[in-house]
Protein backbone atom coordinates (compact mmCIF):
# COMPACT_ATOMS: atom_id res chain seq x y z
CA UNK A 1 0.00 0.00 0.00
CA UNK A 2 1.51 3.53 -1.03
CA UNK A 3 0.73 6.16 0.63
CA UNK A 4 1.12 9.78 -0.41
CA UNK A 5 1.28 13.15 2.46
CA UNK A 6 1.54 15.70 0.58
CA UNK A 7 3.04 18.66 2.99
CA UNK A 8 1.58 21.80 1.77
CA UNK A 9 2.86 25.31 2.17
CA UNK A 10 0.15 27.13 3.93
CA UNK A 11 1.18 30.77 4.30
CA UNK A 12 -0.59 34.55 3.68
CA UNK A 13 0.58 35.34 0.34
CA UNK A 14 -1.01 32.54 -1.77
CA UNK A 15 -5.14 33.09 -1.85
CA UNK A 16 -7.30 30.38 -0.59
CA UNK A 17 -8.69 29.96 -4.52
CA UNK A 18 -5.21 29.69 -5.84
CA UNK A 19 -4.09 26.96 -2.94
CA UNK A 20 -7.11 25.01 -3.72
CA UNK A 21 -6.04 24.72 -7.48
CA UNK A 22 -2.63 24.01 -7.03
CA UNK A 23 -3.27 21.83 -4.47
CA UNK A 24 -6.10 19.68 -6.25
CA UNK A 25 -3.10 19.31 -8.89
CA UNK A 26 -0.56 18.29 -7.06
CA UNK A 27 -3.45 15.26 -5.20
CA UNK A 28 -3.83 14.76 -9.52
CA UNK A 29 -0.18 13.92 -9.79
CA UNK A 30 -0.39 11.32 -7.47
CA UNK A 31 -2.06 8.68 -10.25
CA UNK A 32 0.75 5.38 -8.79
CA UNK A 33 -0.51 5.95 -4.94
CA UNK A 34 -3.20 4.35 -2.95
CA UNK A 35 -3.95 7.06 -0.18
CA UNK A 36 -3.06 10.62 -0.15
CA UNK A 37 -3.26 12.59 2.70
CA UNK A 38 -3.19 16.23 3.00
CA UNK A 39 -2.61 18.82 6.09
CA UNK A 40 -5.11 20.16 8.66
CA UNK A 41 -7.66 23.51 7.57
CA UNK A 42 -4.66 24.08 4.53
CA UNK A 43 -7.36 25.76 2.51
CA UNK A 44 -7.25 28.68 5.33
CA UNK A 45 -4.26 27.68 7.57
CA UNK A 46 -5.13 26.46 11.10
CA UNK A 47 -4.33 29.25 13.15
CA UNK A 48 -5.56 31.91 10.36
CA UNK A 49 -8.82 32.18 12.46
CA UNK A 50 -9.69 35.59 10.59
CA UNK A 51 -10.00 33.63 7.29
CA UNK A 52 -12.30 30.78 9.23
CA UNK A 53 -15.89 33.02 8.88
CA UNK A 54 -15.18 34.18 5.12
CA UNK A 55 -14.09 30.40 4.06
CA UNK A 56 -16.60 28.26 5.79
CA UNK A 57 -18.10 25.80 3.32
CA UNK A 58 -20.28 22.66 3.04
CA UNK A 59 -18.21 19.15 3.57
CA UNK A 60 -20.52 18.10 1.22
CA UNK A 61 -20.49 19.86 -1.82
CA UNK A 62 -18.28 23.15 -1.32
CA UNK A 63 -15.43 24.31 -3.21
CA UNK A 64 -13.33 22.54 -1.71
CA UNK A 65 -14.63 19.22 -1.25
CA UNK A 66 -15.67 19.55 -5.17
CA UNK A 67 -11.89 20.42 -5.49
CA UNK A 68 -10.92 17.21 -3.70
CA UNK A 69 -13.80 14.85 -5.46
CA UNK A 70 -12.59 15.47 -8.45
CA UNK A 71 -8.83 15.28 -7.67
CA UNK A 72 -9.24 11.48 -5.76
CA UNK A 73 -11.34 10.69 -9.45
CA UNK A 74 -8.83 12.57 -11.61
CA UNK A 75 -6.04 10.29 -9.97
CA UNK A 76 -8.04 7.07 -8.77
CA UNK A 77 -6.49 7.37 -5.28
CA UNK A 78 -8.26 7.22 -1.71
CA UNK A 79 -7.57 10.71 -0.67
CA UNK A 80 -7.75 11.97 2.66
CA UNK A 81 -8.24 15.71 1.92
CA UNK A 82 -7.01 17.21 5.00
CA UNK A 83 -9.38 19.35 7.05
CA UNK A 84 -12.28 21.84 5.94
CA UNK A 85 -13.89 25.09 8.38
CA UNK A 86 -17.22 23.23 7.73
CA UNK A 87 -20.49 25.70 7.66
CA UNK A 88 -23.04 23.05 9.15
CA UNK A 89 -26.81 23.70 8.43
CA UNK A 90 -27.50 25.47 11.49
CA UNK A 91 -24.61 27.78 11.25
CA UNK A 92 -21.67 26.29 13.57
CA UNK A 93 -18.51 26.15 12.11
CA UNK A 94 -16.62 22.81 12.22
CA UNK A 95 -13.29 21.81 11.62
CA UNK A 96 -14.16 18.80 9.28
CA UNK A 97 -12.08 16.02 7.41
CA UNK A 98 -12.90 14.73 4.65
CA UNK A 99 -12.23 11.14 2.98
CA UNK A 100 -12.74 10.43 -0.54
CA UNK A 101 -12.65 6.90 -2.72
CA UNK A 102 -11.06 6.37 -6.01
CA UNK A 103 -14.17 7.24 -7.71
CA UNK A 104 -14.32 10.84 -6.10
CA UNK A 105 -17.31 9.65 -3.72
CA UNK A 106 -16.95 10.80 -0.36
CA UNK A 107 -16.95 8.49 2.11
CA UNK A 108 -16.23 9.49 5.56
CA UNK A 109 -16.03 13.24 7.47
CA UNK A 110 -14.65 13.78 11.07
CA UNK A 111 -15.60 16.60 12.98
CA UNK A 112 -12.46 17.37 15.31
CA UNK A 113 -13.24 16.46 18.65
CA UNK A 114 -10.49 18.43 20.74
CA UNK A 115 -10.79 21.98 20.04
CA UNK A 116 -6.67 23.17 20.18
CA UNK A 117 -6.87 27.21 21.82
CA UNK A 118 -7.74 27.11 25.83
CA UNK A 119 -10.39 29.47 25.37
CA UNK A 120 -9.42 31.06 22.65
CA UNK A 121 -8.85 30.34 18.60
CA UNK A 122 -10.83 27.09 17.66
CA UNK A 123 -11.42 26.30 20.76
CA UNK A 124 -14.19 28.97 20.94
CA UNK A 125 -14.79 29.67 17.61
CA UNK A 126 -16.00 25.91 16.42
CA UNK A 127 -18.24 23.17 17.26
CA UNK A 128 -16.61 20.16 18.92
CA UNK A 129 -16.95 16.99 16.82
CA UNK A 130 -18.97 14.25 18.44
CA UNK A 131 -18.24 11.17 16.58
CA UNK A 132 -15.14 9.03 16.13
CA UNK A 133 -14.77 7.69 12.98
CA UNK A 134 -13.01 5.22 10.38
CA UNK A 135 -13.43 4.51 7.09
CA UNK A 136 -12.25 0.75 5.61
CA UNK A 137 -9.39 0.92 2.89
CA UNK A 138 -8.52 -1.92 0.83
CA UNK A 139 -5.83 -3.40 3.18
CA UNK A 140 -6.71 -1.84 6.47
CA UNK A 141 -9.16 0.27 8.74
CA UNK A 142 -8.13 3.88 9.06
CA UNK A 143 -8.59 5.70 12.17
CA UNK A 144 -9.26 9.36 11.70
CA UNK A 145 -8.00 11.94 13.90
CA UNK A 146 -6.46 15.83 13.57
CA UNK A 147 -3.78 17.67 15.22
CA UNK A 148 -4.27 18.42 18.58
CA UNK A 149 -6.60 15.11 19.43
CA UNK A 150 -3.16 13.41 18.64
CA UNK A 151 -2.73 14.56 22.64
CA UNK A 152 -5.56 12.46 23.99
CA UNK A 153 -4.47 8.54 23.99
CA UNK A 154 -7.93 7.54 24.58
CA UNK A 155 -9.30 8.57 21.44
CA UNK A 156 -6.93 6.84 19.53
CA UNK A 157 -7.80 3.63 21.68
CA UNK A 158 -11.21 3.87 20.82
CA UNK A 159 -10.15 3.74 17.25
CA UNK A 160 -8.38 1.10 17.69
CA UNK A 161 -11.43 -0.68 19.61
CA UNK A 162 -13.54 -0.05 16.35
CA UNK A 163 -10.84 -1.93 14.24
CA UNK A 164 -7.93 0.89 13.12
CA UNK A 165 -4.80 -0.35 12.52
CA UNK A 166 -3.83 2.81 10.90
CA UNK A 167 -4.54 6.08 12.15
CA UNK A 168 -4.77 9.10 9.79
CA UNK A 169 -3.82 12.38 11.18
CA UNK A 170 -3.94 15.72 9.56
CA UNK A 171 -2.19 18.39 11.03
CA UNK A 172 -1.39 22.10 11.56
CA UNK A 173 1.44 21.52 14.40
CA UNK A 174 3.45 24.45 15.23
CA UNK A 175 7.03 24.49 14.87
CA UNK A 176 7.86 25.36 18.54
CA UNK A 177 5.90 21.99 19.65
CA UNK A 178 7.63 19.78 17.56
CA UNK A 179 9.07 17.94 19.84
CA UNK A 180 5.95 16.81 20.87
CA UNK A 181 4.50 16.30 17.59
CA UNK A 182 7.35 13.52 17.16
CA UNK A 183 7.15 11.71 20.16
CA UNK A 184 3.45 11.76 20.43
CA UNK A 185 2.86 10.27 16.98
CA UNK A 186 5.19 7.44 17.68
CA UNK A 187 3.26 7.04 21.19
CA UNK A 188 0.28 6.58 19.54
CA UNK A 189 1.72 3.91 17.15
CA UNK A 190 3.40 2.05 19.69
CA UNK A 191 1.05 1.87 22.14
CA UNK A 192 -1.72 0.78 19.73
CA UNK A 193 0.54 -1.44 17.51
CA UNK A 194 -0.60 0.62 14.37
CA UNK A 195 0.56 2.62 11.37
CA UNK A 196 0.21 6.44 11.99
CA UNK A 197 0.33 8.41 8.80
CA UNK A 198 0.44 12.33 9.98
CA UNK A 199 0.50 15.22 7.78
CA UNK A 200 1.14 18.56 9.09
CA UNK A 201 1.48 21.71 7.10
CA UNK A 202 4.49 23.82 6.15
CA UNK A 203 5.01 27.90 6.05
CA UNK A 204 3.81 30.42 8.60
CA UNK A 205 -0.30 31.00 9.12
CA UNK A 206 -1.74 33.27 11.71
CA UNK A 207 1.42 33.95 12.61
CA UNK A 208 2.44 30.69 13.67
CA UNK A 209 5.38 29.08 11.78
CA UNK A 210 4.36 25.37 10.99
CA UNK A 211 6.09 22.35 12.04
CA UNK A 212 6.45 20.70 8.69
CA UNK A 213 7.98 17.27 9.30
CA UNK A 214 5.06 14.62 8.32
CA UNK A 215 5.78 11.22 9.49
CA UNK A 216 4.74 7.39 8.66
CA UNK A 217 5.49 5.54 11.48
CA UNK A 218 4.71 1.56 11.43
CA UNK A 219 3.20 -0.29 14.41
CA UNK A 220 6.70 -1.26 15.93
CA UNK A 221 7.52 2.33 16.48
CA UNK A 222 10.17 2.88 14.08
CA UNK A 223 9.64 5.59 11.40
CA UNK A 224 9.43 5.17 8.13
CA UNK A 225 9.79 7.98 6.37
CA UNK A 226 9.75 12.06 7.76
CA UNK A 227 10.13 15.40 5.66
CA UNK A 228 12.15 17.92 5.84
CA UNK A 229 10.47 21.42 6.95
CA UNK A 230 9.63 22.47 3.18
CA UNK A 231 6.99 21.82 1.20
CA UNK A 232 7.51 18.26 0.54
CA UNK A 233 5.28 15.19 -1.06
CA UNK A 234 6.63 12.18 1.29
CA UNK A 235 5.68 8.88 -0.05
CA UNK A 236 6.22 5.50 1.71
CA UNK A 237 5.09 1.48 1.10
CA UNK A 238 3.36 0.33 3.80
CA UNK A 239 2.83 -3.27 4.59
CA UNK A 240 -0.79 -3.81 6.35
CA UNK A 241 0.33 -7.57 7.38
CA UNK A 242 2.55 -5.93 9.78
CA UNK A 243 -0.58 -4.48 11.69
CA UNK A 244 -1.70 -8.22 12.47
CA UNK A 245 1.86 -9.61 12.81
CA UNK A 246 3.35 -7.05 15.52
CA UNK A 247 -0.14 -7.78 17.46
CA UNK A 248 0.51 -11.67 17.07
CA UNK A 249 4.11 -11.61 17.84
CA UNK A 250 3.81 -8.92 20.84
CA UNK A 251 0.23 -8.95 22.34
CA UNK A 252 0.03 -6.89 24.68
CA UNK A 253 -3.39 -5.24 23.43
CA UNK A 254 -4.23 -9.06 24.82
CA UNK A 255 -3.06 -7.87 28.49
CA UNK A 256 -5.68 -4.84 28.54
CA UNK A 257 -6.55 -5.01 32.32
CA UNK A 258 -9.06 -1.55 31.97
N1 LIG B 1 -4.18 22.92 15.19
C1 LIG B 1 -3.98 22.32 16.35
O1 LIG B 1 -4.76 21.47 16.77
C2 LIG B 1 -2.74 22.74 17.10
C3 LIG B 1 -2.40 21.79 18.22
C4 LIG B 1 -1.18 22.27 18.98
O2 LIG B 1 -0.65 23.33 18.72
C5 LIG B 1 -0.62 21.41 20.03
O3 LIG B 1 -1.25 20.41 20.38
O4 LIG B 1 0.46 21.74 20.54
Not at 83 to 110: C, H, I, K, M, Q
Not at 163 to 185: D, K, Y
Request: proline content about 5%; some cysteine; hydrophobic content about 40%.
Amino acid sequence: MRASLLQIDVNPHESVADRRVRVAELVRAQSGSDLVVLPELWPTGAFAYEEFEANAESAADGPTAEAMAAAARGAGVWLHAGSVVERAEDGTLYNTALVFGPDGGLRRTYRKIHRFGFDQGEAVMMGGGQEVATVRLPDAVAGLATCYDLRFPELFRRLTDEGAGLFVICAGWPARRREHWTLLTRARAVENQAYVLACCSTGTHGGVPQAGHSLVVDPWGEVRGEAGDGEQILTVDLDPAKIAKTREDFPVLRDRVL
